[in-house]
């Protein structure tokens, strides 16, 4: 959820650097949330649905490529249990960053910063939601998959959200833990244990969110800067970004060749990882060796976080078909 | 409070009205679709 996070701000990269001016969550706005009910489409974007795309999809292909059987309809109700999990957590999120969100022209509009929704029905909406998300798992598949979403809501609100965000640079590095659980999640959900293929997937995403999220602060780092959030351009500066996201696109390029090497995937996700990691490479590269301090001059920046989305996208869908291609 | 903001008020409870009793509707489905997938698994 984490690195996901940044497919909602895909469509905004044309995000503009202006100083925060947006409106805090003063005592008018907070006592007309309290008097006025929330709309209902307010809570459906407290759950930050673009953000559930790719969770959504991961988690999808976890529960495709596992051995076993789950029926249509439990296969249904574990990947609506994600798409909760993920939301309740969206929403557990957007409750605690609420005076952060005010200060970021980006988040300004949500409902609790823009003064829509009183904050304890966001919290009240979130917990909820994730107990209702994780019992329904657990009901509906088995308890250790359960498990698996009650830990991904949790570390990303307690380990991600409140404790490294305002914190470290390395915020996104630990933290993206959290978004690299769905296809665990997946795969448990129809088996009742992990195994090596949904641990590679799982390792993937985690080394592919630090250059998909450095790329995007490189060129929207006033807007964190003006939150205060410590991103690592803000805090180590470009050069030192630069280089961490070549060095990590170097250990996602493992990642993804992994199962090729330990012979969990066939000839179908080895051509598509050879190819699609090795573009992401090139494309990192060339971040690495740019030397651009405007953002409107950022394109090999905004490239490579274009394409760091369909490559995960390309990826997941390969382990997908390659587990097809060799059922048959 | 004016008119106008009760107005508002009145409008947001029914349409939130509508919307948890169509997800109501939906889990009444789903939890019958489940328990009869989990009776015709065991």
Redesign the interface.
């Known amino acids: 959820m984490v690195a996901l996070d940044c497919v909602m701000q895909a469509s905004e990269t044309d995000i503009e650097f202006v100083a925060s001016n947006a409106s805090l969550l003063t005592g008018e706005t907070a006592a007309n949330a309290a008097a006025i009910p929330a709309d209902w489409r307010d809570f459906v974007a407290l759950t930050k649905p673009r953000v559930m795309t790719l969770v959504v999809f991961t988690g999808l292909c976890g529960l495709l490529v596992a051995p076993g059987h789950l029926s249509p309809v439990l296969a249904f109700t574990a990947i609506l249990c994600i798409a909760l999990g993920a939301g309740a957590a969206g929403a557990l999120n957007q409750w605690y960053e609420a005076d952060r969100d005010a200060q970021m022209k980006r988040t300004a509009d949500r409902p609790l910063p823009a003064g829509r929704m009183s904050r304890e029905s966001a919290l009240h909406f979130g917990v909820g939601l994730s107990f209702f998300s994780v019992l329904l798992m657990g009901v509906a598949t088995n308890w250790v998959a359960a498990a698996i979403l009650a830990l991904s809501i949790l570390f990303y609100l307690f380990v991600y959200t409140i404790w490294l965000k305002p914190r470290t640079a390395q915020n996104i590095v630990i933290g993206g833990a959290a978004g690299a659980f769905p296809p665990l999640i997946g795969w448990a959900a129809v088996t009742g244990s992990v195994a090596p293929l949904p641990i590679a997937l799982f390792a993937l995403i985690f080394f592919w969110t630090p250059p998909h999220f450095w790329s995007l602060a490189l060129f929207v780092r006033m807007d964190y800067a003006n939150a205060g959030i410590p991103m690592l351009p803000i805090v180590a500066g470009e050069a030192a970004t630069r280089r961490q996201i070549l060095l990590y696109t170097g250990i996602m390029a493992a990642a993804a060749l992994a199962p090729v090497a330990l012979g969990l995937t066939g000839l179908v996700y080895a051509a598509v990882a050879l190819i699609g990691t090795g573009i992401f490479a090139a494309m990192a590269l060339q971040v690495a060796l740019h030397d651009e301090v405007d953002p409107a001059r950022m394109g090999p920046e905004k490239r490579l976080f274009k394409y760091s989305v369909l490559y995960l996208f390309l990826m997941f869908a390969a382990v997908v078909a390659d587990h097809w291609v060799m059922v048959r | ?1 004016t008119p106008e ?1 009760e107005k ?2 009145r409008a ?2 029914r ?2 009205s509508i ?1 948890t009793a169509l997800i109501l509707g939906a889990l009444v489905v ?1 939890f019958f ?2 328990t ?3 009776m ?2 065991s």
Request: no cysteine; aromatic share 0%.
């Open positions: 409070m903001e508002l008020i947001r409870q349409s939130r919307v789903l679709g489940i009869i997938a989990k015709s698994g």
